[in-house]
């Protein structure tokens, strides 16, 4: 069960007023609320990592750290195009998530806009990856994400976020919470 269903299966049930042992508000636009705060957290994460000198922004950057140091993953721009992260990667066996738009990603880096960021492999590395998944399973599966890895039709991309394209009933938990 992805966690958009738990989430809603959660409102519907009542699960929170049960926990909190009383009546509860729970806002009207709760899992676009969890959304927003999630991305925040990339951002926090993102912007530790690229002051400790552990993620770099740009295309020729990235390129680089592929070539002379192990990258633990990349992040690449939501609304970037899926032919260029495509060359981007190559051949090479890397996750890859896009969990922000350029212009989020830009905004961590002091751009108006970054489209590929490559992370050393860490602690802030194994933060971003946790929280990035916990995204994936509140936003639409697209080609390339664990659902659509364990159906056997993706690509090794794992693309979520706002302009993701949807994967349909068949949205899987990416298994790291």
């Given amino acids: 069960m992805a966690q958009d269903e738990v989430l809603l299966k959660a409102l519907k049930t009542g699960a929170f007023s049960k926990a909190a042992r009383g009546p509860v508000q729970v806002p ?3 899992a676009a609320l969890v959304v927003r705060m999630l991305q925040a957290r990339i951002r926090d994460f993102l912007g530790f990592a690229r002051r400790g000198g552990e993620a770099v922004a740009g295309r020729e950057a990235v390129l680089e750290w592929l070539r002379t140091r192990e990258v633990a993953f990349l992040l690449q721009a939501s609304d970037g195009s899926p032919a260029e992260r495509d060359r981007l990667v190559g051949k090479r066996d890397i996750p890859v998530y896009t969990p922000l738009t350029g212009a989020e990603l ?17 602690r802030l590395a194994g933060s971003l990856q946790a929280e990035a998944a916990r995204l994936a399973g509140l936003l639409p599966a697209g080609p390339g994400s664990p659902a659509a890895e364990a159906a056997g039709r993706g690509s090794r991309p794992q693309e979520f976020g706002p302009d993701a394209p949807a994967a349909g009933a068949a949205d899987a938990n990416p298994g790291l919470d």
Wanted: proline share 5%; aromatic share 4%; net charge neutral.
């Fill in 106 to 122: 830009g905004s961590v880096f002091g751009r108006d806009r970054a489209v590929h960021v490559a992370v050393l492999p860490g």
């Fill in 28 to 30: 009207d636009q709760l």
